[in-house]
């Protein structure tokens, strides 16, 4: 079946630093979705990509959607404590959704 | 709004035991869907439905039983449990298949 290639599976960064994660797949998506997982909690929607190109930001959080249709990456700018968490890429083609196996981000104050 | 709602929160079962999860939304969406979480396994779709009495098979339906009879409703049934069906299991519902909004999660343990 279509699998997702997440990357990196963990980072371990300082308050204030940047991030990045990217997504790869061997398909090509109509969407691409960015989805945070707090421990405990079900996924809640970041970002939401719909065309090849696309560049969208959410406050400190900005996606791409790659040209290639095979993939898409996610910026965390200037990152805080609150980022903590498991973030997941999530591709869509003939309606249903494809997840990535994650990112753990853990944010040292 | 409430969004969407899972009953129970936590779940523990023997073997062959059978059990419904339950799933509300009150978001008139018409996609619903289930997934199971694993570690170091992402989610996995088990089954969905585009509306009322439309069901459809996921990545993972082996053991799990689903029907549509409302908007509001979705439950999943596991009718013989297994241990391999020890999962977080999370319902999310949405107008289409993109911009899914998941429930809190059912944390099910088979022993």
């Known amino acids: 079946g279509q699998q997702l290639n997440q990357s990196p599976q963990s980072m371990f960064i300082q308050e204030g630093e940047d991030v990045s994660m990217n997504c790869t797949s061997s398909s090509i998506f109509n969407t691409w979705l960015w989805y945070k997982q707090e421990p405990g909690e079900g996924p809640v929607l970041l970002i939401a990509l719909y065309k090849a190109g696309e560049l969208t930001s959410n406050g400190r959080l900005t996606a791409q959607f790659g040209i290639t249709r095979k993939d898409s990456f996610l910026n965390i700018s200037a990152s805080i404590p609150s980022d903590v968490g498991i973030y997941f890429c999530a591709g869509s083609l003939q309606g249903n959704l494809i997840f990535g196996k994650g990112t753990k981000l853990s944010v040292k104050p | 709004n409430a969004g969407v709602t899972q009953t129970p929160k936590f779940q523990v079962l023997k073997t062959g035991q059978s059990m419904t999860l339950q799933c509300a939304q009150d978001?008139?969406?018409?996609?619903m869907s289930w997934y199971r979480q694993d570690p170091g396994m992402g989610l996995r779709l088990i089954h969905y439905s585009v509306g009322a009495g439309i069901t459809d098979q996921g990545e993972v339906p082996n053991g799990y039983n689903v029907s549509r009879s409302t908007t509001e409703d979705f439950p999943l049934r596991l009718l013989s449990a297994a241990p391999s069906q020890t999962s977080v299991y999370f319902c999310?519902?949405?107008?289409?298949?993109?911009?899914?909004?998941f429930g809190p999660g059912t944390r099910l343990t088979v022993l």
């Open positions: 978001m008139n969406h018409e996609y």
């Open positions: 999310a519902s949405s107008y289409s298949e993109n911009e899914q909004f």
